[in-house]
């Protein structure tokens, strides 16, 4: 079982570029402990920004340093990130299109008992809708690997989401099938495409396996970039099946499905589920447990997508 955490990647990869470019920085939100970024401030201090608890501070003095030349990433929480701070995001980065990486830890619901407050459900909606401004959310800690070291060579603006804890590989060492902005191909289906994004498509896998044994063939994407969205890859994969289902650990609006179903909607229409967090405070416990009362494991993916097959 992994117990490497994307945000324990993150560091490490921005660390080793950190010690052959002086530019690349690093600043946080009074959460170097919680982004596993103590041995980076430790180890280049002078790369280093902490600024306490003031997430529109730390988006500003990002973009202030992108501006003079360096490459910032900023680390926060994602539901501080993406809301204190939006206005900041959203002029002082998008707007001016600095190179600025914004980086949310523990996103989406998995500082658990903590509740609404720390839950960031509506992220992937917000983030996206700004101009300028890609969105991203990588399934394990190899495809985070890869997605960082890809952001380490552009400057465009970017919104990266991980969660608190590790997550079981997806993908193995050194075999990431990754291209910058096109969904993964996990599997080729002709009945049912499931397409998941972040922590959900390691159960997205699994759901393929449980059908497959139910001789019921399933397409898996993993689309880890929301924006730009793989529209090539969503249009391929509905037009060879009868449904598709998306997965999501987010809200029902304006998250991966509503991006899935106005593309198939406009190009192969074809009936889309969207299995997402409740459009309510979701109930409080681990992410696996958060997880299964809401249906977003494996078990309920397969039968959903038995249920919508047995409709068309």
């Known amino acids: 079982m992994n117990k490497i955490a994307n945000k324990q990647v993150i560091c ?7 010690k052959e ?4 920085m690093v600043l946080c939100s009074d959460s170097r402990g919680s982004a596993s970024l103590t041995y980076f401030a430790d180890t280049l201090p002078e790369q280093f920004v ?15 340093l992108a501006r003079c030349g360096k490459k910032a990433y900023a680390v926060s929480p994602a539901s ?6 939006y206005e900041q995001c959203k002029v002082d980065v998008s707007y001016s299109n600095t190179n600025v990486k914004l980086i949310g830890i523990s996103g989406g619901v998995s500082y658990g008992a903590l509740g609404m407050s720390h839950h960031s459900a509506q992220d992937i909606a917000a983030m996206a809708a700004i101009p300028n401004m890609r969105v991203y959310l990588p399934s394990d800690r190899h495809q985070t690997k890869c997605l960082i070291q890809a952001l380490l060579q552009d400057e465009k603006p970017a919104y990266l ?29 002709t009945d049912v495409a ?6 959900m498509v390691n159960a997205a896998v699994g759901a393929a396996k449980i059908l497959r044994e139910k001789e019921i063939s399933a397409a ?8 730009p969205l793989d529209r090539k890859a969503v249009i391929r994969a509905a037009e060879r099946v009868k449904v598709v289902l998306t997965v999501e650990e987010h809200a029902p609006y304006g998250g991966l499905g509503a991006m899935v179903s106005q593309v198939v909607s406009g190009n192969c229409p074809r009936k889309v589920i969207n299995l997402a967090l409740p459009d309510a405070p979701v109930v409080t416990g681990s992410s696996r447990e958060v997880f299964d009362y809401y249906g977003l494991n494996a078990e309920n993916i397969a039968k959903t997508a038995e249920r919508a097959l047995e409709d068309v």
């Open 12 to 18: 490490e990869v921005l660390l080793d570029a950190a």
């Open 21 to 24: 470019d002086e530019d690349v």
């Open 80 to 85: 501080f990130l993406s809301t204190r701070s």
């Open 50 to 64: 902490e600024v306490g608890i003031a997430e529109q501070n730390l988006v500003s003095i990002a973009a202030g």
């Open 194 to 199: 499931i397409i998941a994004c972040g922590e």
């Open 220 to 227: 898996v994407l993993d689309m880890y970039c929301l924006k």
């Open 161 to 189: 989401r991980v969660g608190r804890n590790a997550v079981e590989d997806v993908y193995g060492e050194g075999k990431v099938p990754f291209e910058m902005d096109k969904a993964t191909v996990i599997a080729e289906g």
